[in-house]
């Protein structure tokens, strides 16, 4: 008579450990899921911090939608290649088939691919925070930079940031710019160079008005009024010191000013990024 079935019969507590092994890797995979889901939008909340800030930068936070995706995905794995393995154990033990030894392959695998995603991760949030610490930087120098040009920023409603060139190489970095991203530049307006016509001195000065009907129509259909200030403009002018200044009306000042929607602050928040761009 054949025993051996009766001796490698396996226990109800073989079955219940098996099950508990499974719920724990599930919830192992819910957690990866869960956790990247929070990954995933946290490139969102800082886009929206960004505004809150009044950032001027198009500083892109899209790898956190990576990071996010892949931790997801990991999750969803884990709980296909759990399930299956327990497919596989509760099989065996219904064969009374040994299985004190397992490999810890999924385990080790698991953990190796996490400590990859935090070390990525813990990389990106230092980027992150040094490029936001570097633009508040600019940000508060351009404000006390302001001030200094002309007045608080908020009352008159004027941004002014120092640039690194001559009014003329600030220009020309200005209507480059403005040419490869396909934006009509409608008059350059030279207004030293008028005054010398007729025999008066004035330090370099010319104003760009530049924009983008699909860009500027939306915002007279909301608010007619912002019609005084469009197109958009930017002054570049030189100092009695001879520091030469970027300056525009602030989009937010406009907003304030002449009513616009949230959602259309973008369509003149453009503004800002050229001008430093151009100061560079």
């Known amino acids: 008579?054949?025993?051996?079935?009766?001796?490698?019969?396996?226990?109800?507590?073989?079955?219940?450990?098996?099950?508990?092994?499974?719920?724990?890797?599930?919830?192992?995979?819910?957690?990866?899921?869960?956790?990247?889901?929070?990954?995933?939008?946290?490139?969102?909340?800082?886009?929206?911090?960004?505004?809150?800030?009044?950032?001027?930068?198009?500083?892109?936070y899209g790898l956190s939608l990576w990071f996010g995706t892949a931790l997801i995905a990991a999750g969803v794995i884990v709980n296909l290649a759990s399930a299956w393995r327990h497919t596989r154990m509760v099989r065996e033990l219904d064969r009374g088939t040994n299985t004190s030894t397992r490999s810890p392959g999924q385990a080790v695998a698991t953990a190796l691919f996490l400590g990859l995603v935090g070390i990525a991760m813990a990389i990106y949030l230092l980027t992150v925070r040094g490029s936001t610490g570097s633009h508040s930087a600019v940000r508060q120098e351009t404000t006390m930079a302001s001030e200094a040009h002309g007045g608080s920023v908020t009352s008159k409603g004027i941004v002014s940031v120092p640039s690194n060139h001559s009014v003329d190489q600030t220009v020309s970095n200005l209507t480059g710019i403005l040419q490869s991203k396909g934006v009509t530049l409608f008059a350059l307006i030279d207004h030293s160079g008028e005054a010398e016509r007729v025999g008066m001195k004035m330090r370099p000065t010319k104003l760009l008005i530049f924009g983008s009907p699909k860009a500027g129509t939306p915002l007279m259909l909301a608010a007619p009024t912002i019609a005084i200030d469009l197109p958009l403009k930017i002054l570049v002018s030189e100092d009695s010191q001879g520091k030469v200044w970027i300056s525009y009306n602030s989009p937010e000042y406009l907003q304030q000013r002449h009513g616009l929607p949230p959602e259309l602050l973008q369509n003149i928040a453009v503004v800002a990024p050229l001008a430093e761009a151009a100061a560079k």
């Open 1 to 60: 008579m054949d025993t051996s079935a009766a001796v490698h019969k396996a226990a109800v507590a073989d079955y219940l450990a098996a099950e508990r092994t499974l719920l724990a890797w599930v919830r192992t995979g819910l957690a990866l899921m869960g956790f990247g889901f929070v990954v995933a939008r946290f490139g969102l909340f800082l886009q929206q911090l960004a505004a809150l800030q009044h950032s001027g930068s198009q500083q892109s």
